[in-house]
T-cell receptor, first 111, second 114 residues
Framework: GNSVTQMEGPVTLSEEAFLTINCTYTATGYPSLFWYVQYPGEGLQLLLKATKADDKGSNKGFEATYRKETTSFHLEKGSVQVSDSAVYFC??????????FGAGTTVTVRA | SQTIHQWPATLVQPVGSPLSLECTVEGTSNPNLYWYRQAAGRGLQLLFYSVGIGQISSEVPQNLSASRPQDRQFILSSKKLLLSDSGFYLCALDGLGAGANVLTFGAGSRLTVL
């Protein structure tokens, strides 16, 4: 079935550093792909999504491109801030409105 | 806008005791509703989902059950908690207005079983 694998953390960065979190997927067809973010003590919220190959999702300075040839949806941000410290989840559409989530990557940004 | 309320926010229960976590939603009708569990150091696991009143699908066999007595109410229960039931439980709804498969999550309920 459809599933995602994302890089394990934790990731610790200094402010203004470049962030990449790798996510690869296994799927039949071309499911929609998502990145969700969970800030400390909160539930998850959608960060960005892409619904077809070559789509680029972007939000809050984060970007991810749906790459069919490498079956990837890596999350990137050029200059992180302390407020970006969170757990990031890659997810893909499974079936019947269900999502399959990756294990999550904890990111800590130091001032 | 769609909102999700979960309670209690935190709960400490002894092994063998019952459990009831409640989720209610506003700003939508006939949503698809989900219960996820986030165990320490692990990702999200889909436990149950519901497409309507009284309709529950279980994703994994376990010690828990779910019910949907009203359109906007989704309850997670257990008759006897196990230590392994500890975790962060998240209720979610399918935000049809924002596009299929965009989930809106509640703030979660943290359960510790001692």
């Amino acid at each position: 079935g459809n599933s995602v694998t994302q890089m394990e953390g934790p990731v610790t960065l200094s402010e203004e550093a470049f962030l990449t979190i790798n996510c690869t997927y296994t799927a039949t067809g071309y499911p929609s792909l998502f990145w969700y973010v969970q800030y400390p003590g909160e539930g998850l919220q959608l960060l960005l999504k892409a619904t077809k190959a070559d789509d680029k999702g972007s939000n809050k300075g984060f970007e991810a491109t749906y790459r069919k040839e490498t079956t990837s949806f890596h999350l990137e941000k050029g200059s992180v801030q302390v407020s970006d410290s969170a757990v990031y989840f890659c997810a893909l559409e499974k079936n019947d409105y269900k999502l399959s989530f990756g294990a999550g990557t904890t990111v800590t940004v130091r001032a | 806008s769609q909102t999700i309320h979960q309670w209690p926010a935190t709960l400490v229960q002894p092994v063998g005791s019952p459990l009831s976590l409640e989720c209610t939603v506003e700003g939508t009708s006939n949503p698809n509703l989900y219960w996820y569990r986030q165990a320490a150091g692990r990702g999200l696991q889909l436990l149950f989902y519901s497409v309507g009143i009284g309709q529950i699908s279980s994703e994994v066999p376990q010690n828990l059950s779910a019910s949907r007595p009203q359109d906007r109410q989704f309850i997670l229960s257990s008759k006897k908690l196990l230590l392994s039931d500890s975790g962060f439980y998240l209720c979610a709804l399918d935000g049809l207005g924002a596009g299929a498969n965009v989930l809106t999550f509640g703030a979660g309920s943290r359960l510790t079983v001692l």
